[in-house]
């Protein structure tokens, strides 16, 4: 079975009176729409994952995550779709939701865990899976495989742009579009909107992933209390950018991407002519834990 299937991931510039006024282009690279939950920036991380688990006759996919975790639907999804079996370890005590469900409908198997152990994942992985043909995959996806199909982006990009912006977790993303600017010996620069309170840590991540940090610029300040934490003014962006572009963002990751793109060019951050690209990374399904704030 292939590790492989053809995607629609369209770069679409936005036509909004902020960025004619400030004579700014700003395209969207739609890796949203790669697919419905192995959908933006979940199938690069995997991609490569899939590959060496498959090579080395790996049956099982062994990953963690949060209870609204995008990367626990994706790894369920893609385990059905490419022949794994697939287990979640979930941080905190057993709830159902929407994502979880879909997670039991793809075959995954959870097990809640509570955070004291959660901390020690590789215990985890050791004491359950380690004498079975298992892949350990660390939460998000982080790590070196990650970061190749995460430099693809780059390739994909049929145009240098000025700027490259995208929302950050673990750093894998950035660090990957970082590597692949490197590769192509572009000048773009490239800007990481870590989702997190304290995001500085994520300077130290990439660094752990072989990128110089130094490489990408970190907008600290647009995390909005930490990591799915959202404001009343947040909220009002992005069910305003929906409305008026027709592209589905949510609070959590996008949300906060495209909300620090957009005061940067009301700040007159760029200068009249810049073009600009901002990675749409998908994890649209973590909205369903938040529709009843808008």
Known sequence: MS???????????LDLPLLRERKVQVSVKRDDL??????????????????????????????????????LLATACAGAKFGFKTHGF???????????????LYGMELNFVD??????????????????????????G???????????????????YDHIFVASGTGTTVAGLATGVFER???????????????????????SLGVNPDNITFHLDYHFGGYAKHTAELRAFVKEFVQD????????????????????????????GDQVVIIHTGGLTGFLGMYDKF
């Open 142 to 160: 982080f790590g070196d495989k990650a970061l190749l199909g995460c430099a693809e982006i780059v390739q994909d990009l049929s145009q240098e």
């Open 115 to 140: 955070r004291t152990a959660y901390r020690d994942k590789k215990t985890l992985f050791d004491q359950n899976f380690l004498a079975q043909d298992a892949v350990y995959i660390e939460e998000g």
């Open 34 to 71: 790669i697919h419905p939950f192995i959908s933006g920036n979940k199938w690069r991380k995997l991609k490569y994952i899939l590959a060496q688990a498959r090579e080395d006759h790996k049956n099982t996919l062994v990953t963690f995550g949060g209870a609204w975790s995008n990367h």
């Open 90 to 104: 979930v941080r905190g005590e057993m709830v159902n939701n929407p994502v979880l469900a879909m997670c039991r």
């Open 245 to 272: 572009t027709g592209i589905m963002i949510e609070p959590t990751y996008t949300g906060k991407a495209f909300y620090a793109l957009f005061d940067l060019v009301k700040q007159d951050y760029f200068v009249p």
């Open 3 to 13: 590790l492989d299937f053809h995607f629609n991931s369209p770069v679409e510039v």
């Open 185 to 207: 010996n572009l000048s773009t620069r490239v800007h990481s909107i870590p989702v997190l309170k304290g995001g500085d840590f994520l300077k130290s991540d990439v660094q």
